[in-house]
Nanobody
Framework: QVQLVESGGGLVQPGGSLRLSCAASGRPLRAQVMGWYRQAPGKQRELVASITGGDSTIYADSVKGRFTISRDTAKNTVYLQMNSLKPEDTAVYYC?????????WGQGTQVTVPS
């Protein structure tokens, strides 16, 4: 079993920055893919960014150049640095860890960028 706890969300003005953190507990996560997803009201959950155990990354086109995902294996934590935030980034952001044998989600953290 893996528990994921997100933090760092909040209200930020357009153009501002936030850093989300997701701390995992329960077992070491080195080879698994860790990622951030988001879900805005009335929309489907979508991938924002993911990072593999070898630090390969994938980003949604809408966040490329603005968001950076990273992980600290020693701390079992994944981060999402979000810069140049826009109102369309408003959503609940969820942390995810997955492999062929697991798929766990955090409880989500709200990010609000007013228009």
């Amino acid at each position: 079993q893996v528990q994921l706890v997100e933090s760092g969300g909040g209200l930020v003005q357009p153009g501002g920055s936030l850093r989300l953190s997701c701390a995992a507990s329960g077992r070491p996560l080195r080879a698994q893919v860790m990622g951030w997803y988001r879900q805005a009201p009335g929309k489907q959950r979508e991938l924002v960014a993911s990072i593999t155990g070898g630090d390969s990354t994938i980003y949604a086109d809408s966040v490329k150049g603005r968001f950076t995902i990273s992980r600290d294996t020693a701390k079992n934590t994944v981060y999402l640095q979000m810069n140049s935030l826009k109102p369309e980034d408003t959503a609940v952001y969820y942390c995810n860890v997955r492999s062929t044998t697991m798929n766990f989600w955090g409880q989500g953290t709200q990010v609000t960028v007013p228009s």
